[in-house]
Structure formats: structure tokens, C-alpha cells
């Protein structure tokens, strides 16, 4: 099975327990992950979230607000967004 494969077949329910599991560094069963387990359920997380999630439901997302004027929050006119993963 290769990684398209994985995450097409993934669950709402697999995907919430790699989250979990990446949270707190273990599996359901208690066992410890090891970094390369953290590691690679950590990028499932997040190509999973880019494939299946809008942008505010994702890892990582960050509500900047907005000013009264509607000008963002933000006053770094120049914010480049982080790609973790190729669409």
C-alpha cells in the first residue's frame, strides 16, 4: 500500500487517534512512539488535513482576526504561508 492509498483509506476516527498519539507522544495502548512513529503520523496528520479539511479546521491554524476596517490583524504585510505538504 503506498501513502495515497493510506490516506484515501484513513478514517475520521484513524486520523483523530494519530493526532492523539502525536499530542501526547503514545499509542491507545500506552506504548511510547518512537520519533520515527511521531514523525511520520505527524505528516499523515497534516497531508490528511490538507486533503480533507478546510484551512480553519487544520493543525496548526491560526485565526489572525481582523480590524474594524477589515485590515488583518497581522501587520506583516509580507506573511508567507508554511506549505508542509504539496497539494
Known amino acids: 500500500m503506498n501513502v495515497d492509498e493510506m ?4 478514517t475520521p ?3 483523530a487517534a494519530l493526532k492523539r498519539a502525536v499530542e501526547i507522544g503514545k ?3 500506552g506504548r ?3 520519533p520515527g512513529q511521531r514523525e511520520i503520523c ?3 496528520v497534516i497531508t490528511y488535513d490538507l486533503r480533507n479539511l478546510t484551512e480553519e479546521q487544520r493543525v496548526g491554524y491560526i485565526d489572525r482576526g481582523s480590524k474594524a476596517d477589515g485590515e488583518l490583524c497581522d501587520d506583516d504585510a509580507a506573511t508567507s504561508i508554511l506549505k508542509w505538504a504539496d497539494q
Do not use: G, Q, V
Open 7 to 10: 490516506l484515501k483509506a484513513m
Open 13 to 15: 476516527e484513524i486520523h
Open 27 to 29: 499509542w491507545p495502548d
Open 32 to 34: 511510547r512512539l518512537s
Open 42 to 44: 505527524m505528516e499523515a
